[in-house]
């Protein structure tokens, strides 16, 4: 289990959210497990809903001598198998029917069961009392998959590429922080960090000392992401393969050098369907259970959201719509930092 005291969910990859079985070279067979029991138990039941369980049990029956690190990697809103790869209960589906597209509207009915998890966890924690000292952090892996056969209509717009190429649209992930630690609130944070950074930065907060961790590739960014520094990070390997998909990228600085041979994934591809104004978001985050609990965590009937947040959080890239390569490179360079769409290629200009 990899240091955990628990271990609760698949070993695998694409399980059916529901019978929570996997099929590989014609067999098929259950992959959900409790340590290393496996569960019968689980079968018929949600995954999103299991996970969500599981969590809020960890969370009541903690250890409250220890501090907890609690790892919630849902299964949501990843693609099941290729036979049926959205899945998510009817309820949740049936709010969506504006958005006109089966998978993205499936998709939307999984997202939503999703956010009614984050909901639930963070009302356990505050009746658990733990509010007052936790950090609670909301990431992913990578970007969306526009296409293919787990296509859920993620598109990643404005940025280029998608899920399983080395491009913004596949690397660059959105992620929030909340914690009354935060010296610096209600801010947004552009500094550079690679999800390799979490460890350490968790260890130290738990009072560890990093450097009993030994030669690694994290940083602690506590203190940056806290206090609004500049990050320590300069430079970081996106990936390295030079033999099976032959796509390398490494970014030092603000410049970002791309290897690519494959012109997988390397366009921009707009957002497609039916979507609701984004003028009543902040209406519909005050709605929700999370909100709720902060109220009455902060004391107060109004929570406060920052005018110009989602303005700051924006990524712009200039007026047209489709800037696309017109031929295909081996050798990109971009100054990531004043071209984050990956528009103009440096390396004919910028040899050294």
């Not at 399980?15 to 018929?44: C, I, K, M, Q, R």
């Not at 806290?226 to 099976?244: F, H, T």
Request: glycine share 8%; with cysteine.
């Amino acid at each position: 289990m990899r240091g955990f005291d628990s271990f609760y969910g698949f070993y695998s990859g694409e399980e059916d959210y529901y019978s929570h079985t996997v099929t590989y070279e014609n067999h098929t067979g259950l992959d959900f497990w409790l340590n290393t029991e496996p569960l019968w138990s689980a079968s018929g039941k949600y995954s999103t809903t299991l996970y969500t369980e599981r969590a809020k049990y960890l969370i009541a029956n903690r250890n409250k001598s220890k501090p907890l690190f609690l790892m919630l990697s849902h299964q949501a809103v990843h693609g099941a198998q290729a036979y049926q790869p959205f899945q998510a209960p009817q309820e949740n589906i049936d709010k969506f029917p504006y958005i006109g597209e089966e998978n993205r509207t499936i998709f939307a009915g999984m997202l939503d069961s999703l956010d009614k998890s984050v909901g639930e966890v963070f009302q356990t924690l505050s009746d658990a009392g733990m509010l007052d000292n936790v950090v609670v952090v909301f990431g992913s892996d990578n970007g969306g998959a526009p296409f293919g056969a787990h296509a859920s209509r993620s598109f990643n717009w404005p940025l280029r590429g998608a899920k399983g190429a080395l491009w913004e649209g596949g690397t660059k992930s959105a992620a929030f922080i909340w914690s009354p630690l935060l010296k610096r609130r209600r801010t947004v944070s552009k500094q550079l960090m690679h999800i390799t950074d979490w460890l350490p930065t968790f260890y130290s907060l738990g009072g560890g000392d990093v450097a009993n961790l030994g030669e690694i590739d994290g940083m602690d960014m506590w203190r940056p992401l806290s206090l609004g520094l500049r990050s320590p990070r300069v430079e970081m390997l996106y990936n390295y393969d030079a033999w099976i998909l032959n796509a390398t990228a490494v970014r030092r600085y603000q410049y970002k050098l791309i290897l690519d041979g494959t012109g997988l994934f390397n366009q921009r591809y707009p957002v497609r369907g039916g979507r609701r104004p984004y003028n009543d978001l902040d209406q519909l985050a005050a709605q929700s259970q999370v909100a709720n609990a902060l109220r009455r965590f902060y004391k107060t009937k109004r929570l406060y959201f920052p005018k110009d947040w989602r303005k700051k959080a924006t990524l712009t890239c200039g007026k047209k719509k489709t800037e696309n390569f017109s031929g295909k490179d081996s050798v990109y360079l971009f100054d990531v930092e004043k071209d984050p769409c990956e528009l103009n290629n440096l390396a004919s200009s910028h040899r050294e």
